[in-house]
């Protein structure tokens, strides 16, 4: 058996770009930041900041880029991918990059100076093979139960 599962939360670290490819599909990528925050062996508080690239295609694409911004919390579920290619130097460049096929948005409204508003969280799927009801009905439609931060175990 093989897992391949990530899930963030985190903050947009600049505007979703949406683009399309030469077939017409949908395709956005943005940046999320993480953070941890630990105090080391000498009792000094430490903090790493973690830069997570995210793809989005489909539906969930548009939805991101129409939906979220710079700053925006968010949380990702989706699977790793790294791509290989290369430069124009010759050499081989790598990247490390999370497919979503889930994203719920954690801002609540009026934060940020409201561009979010007027949002409750929800979330979407961005490939599946069947169709899903829920990614066709207009994004202030696909309202789930409200989730904090706070109540996730992890």
């Not at 925006?72 to 790598?94: C, F």
Request: aromatic share 6%; net charge negative; proline share 5%.
């Amino acid at each position: 058996m093989n897992l391949n599962k990530a899930m963030i939360i985190g903050n947009l670290t600049r505007d979703p770009e949406v683009r399309a490819t030469g077939k017409g599909t949908s395709v956005a990528t943005f940046a999320v930041a993480t953070n941890a925050v630990w105090t080391d062996a000498a009792g000094v508080k430490q903090k790493k900041v973690e830069f997570h690239n995210v793809v989005a295609w489909k539906r969930l694409a548009e939805i991101c880029g129409q939906y979220l911004h710079k700053g925006s919390k968010v949380y990702i579920e989706g699977r790793l991918q790294t791509r290989d290619w290369q430069g124009q130097d010759g050499v081989k460049r790598y990247r490390t990059e999370i497919v979503a096929d889930n994203m719920v948005m954690l801002d609540r409204k009026g934060q940020d100076g409201g561009a979010n508003a007027p949002f409750e969280p929800h979330s979407t799927a961005s490939q599946p093979a069947e169709v899903d009801p829920a990614a066709s009905q207009p994004v202030e439609e696909v309202i789930e139960e409200e989730i904090k931060v706070e109540d996730i175990p992890f």
